[in-house]
Antibody, heavy 119, light 108 residues
Framework: EVQLLESGGGLVQPGGSLGLSCAAS????????LSWVRQAPGKGLEWVSSITASGGRTYYTDSVKGRFTISRDNSKNTLYLQMNSLRAEDTAVYFCAKVQRVEAYFDYWGQGTLVTVSS | EIVMTQSPVTMSVSPGERATLSCRASESVSSNLAWYQQKPGQAPRLLIF???TRATGIPSRFSGSGSGTEFTLTINSLQSEDFAVYYCQQYNNWPRGTFGQGTKVEIK
């Protein structure tokens, strides 16, 4: 059974930093791309960042470019998102999602972790 | 960026009735479209991929159609567990997959 378990969310002040983790199990972690998708309170889904299976290529939505860093450790089956210079508009539930290998939709999602940026 | 527009934003449907949800892309995404269901406090769940293929374990009352810029999700004979928010997502220009704003299906 595929499982994705996020952790690391919490309350942080504007300008602060936070690191999220996503522990994966139930599939061969190293052959799948992964992504972070967020959902602001009461709002829709927004793609944030993706990383290829090897970790060799990373992608970001424009609003987080230069502030967020996605990475992965294939030996630990874990995905990360380091978030710096956080803003109020980054407040959201952050989901990690597994990318289907051929067609690139999200076939499995974690339960999400809430990040609140507020003073 | 490809913009996905869903309609209606909210729809009220009685149990047992059919719901038809629409999703329009600002440019062609071929058949690279997925539908997700999200219930309050839960993660999204994949329903449909490649515009019309049901994901594993999804009941046959869910069906998808369309290609290019116009897509439809149909839910036949709505069950109580189907009342939720539904999102379409294009993945034609991965990784920059964009979502629609969602359609909330509520009980009439």
């Amino acid at each position: 059974e595929v499982q994705l378990l996020e952790s690391g969310g919490g309350l942080v002040q504007p300008g602060g930093s936070l690191g999220l983790s996503c522990a994966a199990s139930g599939f061969t972690f190293s052959v799948y791309a992964l992504s972070w998708v967020r959902q602001a309170p009461g709002k829709g889904l927004e793609w944030v960042s993706s990383i290829t299976a090897s970790g060799g290529r990373t992608y970001y939505t424009d609003s987080v470019k230069g502030r967020f860093t996605i990475s992965r450790d294939n030996s630990k089956n874990t995905l990360y998102l380091q978030m710096n210079s956080l803003r109020a508009e980054d407040t959201a539930v952050y989901f990690c999602a597994k990318v289907q290998r051929v067609e690139a939709y999200f076939d499995y999602w974690g339960q999400g972790t809430l990040v609140t940026v507020s003073s | 960026e490809i913009v996905m527009t869903q309609s209606p934003v909210t729809m009220s449907v009685s149990p047992g009735e059919r719901a038809t949800l629409s999703c329009r892309a600002s440019e062609s995404v071929s058949s690279n479209l997925a539908w997700y269901q999200q219930k309050p406090g839960q993660a999204p769940r994949l329903l449909i991929f490649a515009a019309s293929t049901r994901a594993t374990g999804i009941p046959s009352r869910f069906s998808g159609s369309g290609s290019g810029t116009e897509f439809t999700l149909t839910i036949n004979s709505l069950q109580s567990e189907d009342f939720a928010v539904y999102y379409c997502q294009q993945y034609n220009n991965w990784p920059r997959g964009t979502f629609g704003q969602g359609t909330k299906v509520e009980i009439k």
